[in-house]
């Protein structure tokens, strides 16, 4: 049972394009986070929200409780952008934090 | 970036010594995680602290113990380690419970 599915799973995209990756949960949250792991297997929090939407720079990221459904998107994707992306939610009754297996993006100049 | 540093990086050992890695922070963070990342599975959590000598168990704790005996170290050991606890392990931390974390640069551990 996975409480957080990711799609896709796997993004090729050219420079330039707009990306959308699309995070799904199961369960009640206090938040979602969403995470970039560089391919040297860094790991870096981007956004971290309970409601609405959030920006920074040419990233996005939205969330709808209600349907439990999260998006983050890449405006102008550059091959800098290439890294596995992964949603991840803290359960709202306890302690756990539960991570989707991550999309992994990789954008062609 | 949060001042947050794991060791061994690498680590080879065989099945059935035990290993112990170590999380190090210096941003005086209450709550620190342990995690492990397998193809397939995402990230899992281990253990986690919320404070000097309180732990409590994650999803796959089996296999694994902990100890916080100051707030900026964060030990993981692995009693007996077999060839499934092969394994990238993570360290996070965060300065309330699910806020934010800061992850460390992770330890490659392979058990032969």
């Known amino acids: 049972k996975n409480e957080v599915e990711q799609s896709p799973q796997n993004l090729t995209a050219q420079e330039g394009e707009f990306i959308t990756i699309n995070c799904s949960y199961s369960?009640?949250?206090?938040?979602l986070h969403w995470l970039q792991q560089h391919p040297g297997g860094g790991i870096v929090s981007l956004f971290m929200?309970?409601?609405g939407k959030k920006k920074h720079g040419r990233l996005i990221a939205t969330i709808n409780i209600q349907e439990k459904h999260s998006s983050l998107h890449i405006t102008a994707s550059h091959p800098r952008d290439s890294a596995v992306y992964i949603c991840?939610?803290?359960?709202?009754?306890?302690?756990?934090?539960?991570f989707g297996t991550g999309t992994s993006l990789t954008v062609i100049p | 970036d949060a001042g947050i540093t794991q060791s061994p990086r690498h680590k080879v050992t065989e099945t059935g010594t035990p290993v112990t890695l170590r999380c190090h922070q210096t941003?005086?963070?209450?709550?620190m995680y342990w995690y492990r990342q397998d193809p397939g599975h995402g990230l899992r959590l281990i253990h986690y602290?919320?404070?000097?000598?309180?732990?409590d168990k994650g999803e796959v704790s089996d296999g694994y113990s902990v100890s916080r005996s100051k707030t900026e170290d964060f030990l993981l050991t692995l009693e007996s380690a077999t060839s499934s606890q092969t394994s990238v392990y993570f360290c996070?931390?965060?300065?309330?419970?699910?806020?934010?974390?800061?992850f460390g640069p992770g330890t490659r551990l392979l058990v032969l």
């Open positions: 996070a931390i965060s300065p309330r419970l699910q806020e934010t974390q800061y």
């Open positions: 369960v009640g949250i206090s938040a």
């Open positions: 929200l309970s409601s």
């Open positions: 991840a939610v803290a359960e709202n009754t306890g302690n756990q934090f539960y």
């Open positions: 941003e005086n963070h209450r709550y």
């Open positions: 602290s919320y404070g000097v000598k309180d732990t």
